[in-house]
């Protein structure tokens, strides 16, 4: 079962998150075991279904993606009582805004959680300059330095920003999309406290291990 409540990232679980330092605060309600597939648990499923392609849209199997992100929201809305306190950033996707592929998914969980509970603050600030393949479709994943270079910061959407920003994502992998995120923000907002939180996060294979 997918956890209805926050856990922290802790020491044990930095070590599959290697980008990750002692003082990042970071936050997930499951664990996607990699290379399992879609039923090996129901966090494998809601993330399978979350990331569906956009090329999709007009299949039959797109109204999963569309459940996913709604019951995502739904858990948001009844696991963080203090929603009001955080301004909640999500991590642009890997294809920019202009590409056939762009997919809002993460903007769609945030508008249909602020729709619950109608109190909520987030604010697309952070994008990308240009598209890059998924982190998940290629051999050598980008540095934190490599993925902030591609940042760009709507700094008109800094104004009035809560003391408390949750950058928001649906996988911790690396680590690495958190950590340029965290550098990028604190550059124009250096007196928030920065925070992760994640869906789920990717733990390995126990047949990886041996």
Same mark, same amino acid.
């Given at each position: 079962m997918m956890n209805s409540r926050l856990t922290m990232v802790d020491g044990l679980d930095r070590q599959d998150h290697f980008f990750l330092n002692e003082e990042d605060v970071c936050y997930y309600y499951g664990e996607y075991t990699a290379r399992k597939g879609f039923g090996y648990s129901e966090t494998n499923q809601t993330i399978s279904n979350l990331k569906k392609s956009v090329a999709k849209k007009s299949e039959y199997e797109y109204k999963y993606k569309e459940q996913a992100i709604i019951k995502i929201a739904k858990l948001l809305a009844s696991s963080i009582k203090n929603g009001n306190e955080f301004t909640f950033v999500p991590v642009p996707p890997s294809k920019a805004?202009?590409?056939?592929? #762009?997919?809002?998914?993460?903007?769609?969980?945030?508008?249909? #959680?602020? #729709?619950?509970?109608? *109190?909520?603050?987030?604010?697309?600030?952070v994008c990308q300059q240009t598209s890059l393949v998924a982190s998940h479709e290629r051999q050598d994943r980008p540095t934190p330095e490599q993925l902030a270079n591609n #940042?760009?910061?709507d700094q008109e959407k800094l104004a009035g920003v809560k003391n408390n920003i949750l950058i928001f994502d649906d996988m911790l992998t690396t680590g690495s999309h958190y950590k340029a995120m965290q550098s990028t923000? *604190?550059?124009f907002a250096p007196h928030t406290k920065i925070m992760g939180l994640f869906i789920a996060r990717r733990v390995p294979n126990a047949d990886d291990l041996f």
């Open positions: 805004r202009d590409h056939d592929l #762009y997919d809002d998914r993460l903007c769609q969980i945030l508008k249909h #959680y602020d #729709y619950l509970t109608g *109190s909520i603050d987030w604010r697309e600030i #940042y760009v910061v923000l *604190s550059k």
